[in-house]
Each structure stands twice: as C-alpha cells, then as structure tokens.
Nanobody
Framework: QVQLVESGGGLVQAGGSLRLSCAAS????????LAWFREAPGKEREFVAT????????YYANSVKGRFSISGDNAKSMGYLQMNSLRPEDTAVYYC??????????????????WGQGTQVTVSS
C-alpha cells in the first residue's frame, strides 16, 4: 500500500520552469530520504537531488546545481522539485524515490526502496 505519485511534468521552453510534486502514502515520509532521479531514453536512471527531513539538508547533481531546488512538506506527505532555467538536456522522465535511511539519500538508484511511476518533462529548444 506504499505509493509515490509524481505530477507536474509537461512541455516547457528552454529557460522556463516547472515544479514537480511527489505525493507519498502508506509510509511516514520523514523516516525516509527523499530524492529525485531522472531517466532519459536509452540512459540509466540518474541522480538529480536529495533532501533530508532533519535540518533540511540538500544535495544536488552538478548538472542541476543552482537551477533545481528540492524540498518537502512532511505534514502533507509531499516532496517537490522546483526546476528553473530548464535546458533541453533536462528532458527525461522524473521519478521520486524514498530510501530507508534518515538523512540525505544515496546517489545510487539501487539504494531506493520505493519509486513513483514517473512524470515526463520535455524541454524544447
């Protein structure tokens, strides 16, 4: 009954912004590391950002640092990824993941216990 559901993806022009949401149910979100990964066609699932509920620490992939911002609202069991200054190379299916770890999440996709179904982000040039 654990479920993560991403939303907020869509088509945006280069330089634009999107905010992705991750709705969690069936788990206490604050007991897990929250992270966002992305997967482009023919590519492996790539780490994007992670968030720690304790203290709000964040960590980002170099490719998105300064452009993306991860956050969470534990009362609403929601995670977010604010994406600014989007580039065509950001085009991918974006996934919310939950790792059974209290703190910043791993950059390895295989360390995550739960995943959402993904939401498509397409950035046009």
């Amino acid at each position: 009954q654990v479920q993560l559901v991403e939303s907020g993806g869509g088509l945006v022009q280069a330089g634009g912004s999107l905010r992705l949401s991750c709705a969690a149910s069936g788990l206490t979100f604050s007991n897990y590391a929250l992270a966002w990964f992305r997967e482009a066609p023919g590519k492996e699932r790539e780490f994007v950002a992670t968030f720690s509920w304790s203290g709000g620490s964040t960590y980002y992939a170099n490719s998105v640092k300064g452009r993306f911002s991860i956050s969470g609202d534990n009362a609403k069991s929601m995670g977010y990824l604010q994406m600014n200054s989007l580039r065509p190379e950001d085009t991918a299916v974006y996934y919310c993941g939950a790792q059974a770890f209290v703190g910043l999440g791993s950059t390895r996709a295989r360390d995550y216990r739960y995943w959402g179904q993904g939401t498509q982000v397409t950035v046009s040039s």
